[in-house]
């Protein structure tokens, strides 16, 4: 149950252009991914500074959702709207009001299409391990 925290800097003059295939990327997970359990973005203080939410049930959705041919679509874009992205992986603290899972690496399928598995590689799922003791705390 992979949860991931996007940081993105979008260059000024792409910011109209960037909301247009947010806006695309949302209408499609939304429509296509009913599994999903959070898929939002919001816009930080600094400018063109956003966020996005992502939460899938299994390690699996998170990479077919990464795979998406929709997704592909804007490969070649995200690297003229961008400035700078980080990806960090976050976990939900029990009882902190969150209601998603505990972030977890589960396998993929052993028939999973080669086009998913290539997006391992791309987005590795990392478990910090002082999580664990902080679970226990919990």
């Known amino acids: 149950m992979p949860t991931l925290l996007t940081h993105m800097l979008v260059k000024p003059e792409a910011i109209p252009r960037w909301e247009k295939i947010l806006a695309e990327l949302v209408a499609h997970t939304e429509a296509e991914e009913p599994e999903r ?5 919001w816009r930080g203080d600094k400018p063109g500074a956003y966020y996005a939410l ?12 990464q795979g998406s041919d929709t997704h592909d679509k804007y490969l070649d874009e995200f690297s003229k709207v961008f400035a700078d992205i980080r990806f960090e992986w976050i976990d939900p603290v029990e009882r902190g009001g969150s209601r998603l899972p505990a972030t977890e690496n589960d396998p ?31």
Do not use: G
């Not at 992502?54 to 959702?65: D, E, G, I, N, V």
């Not at 993929?108 to 705390?137: G, H, N, T």
């Open 108 to 138: 993929l399928p052993p028939d999973a299409p080669e086009k998913i598995r290539a997006q391992v590689s791309l987005y590795p799922i990392l478990i910090a391990e002082w999580w664990k003791a902080a679970r226990k705390i919990s």
């Open 37 to 41: 359990l959070r898929y939002e973005y």
């Open 54 to 65: 992502l939460s899938y049930p299994t390690a699996y959705a998170f990479y077919c959702h």
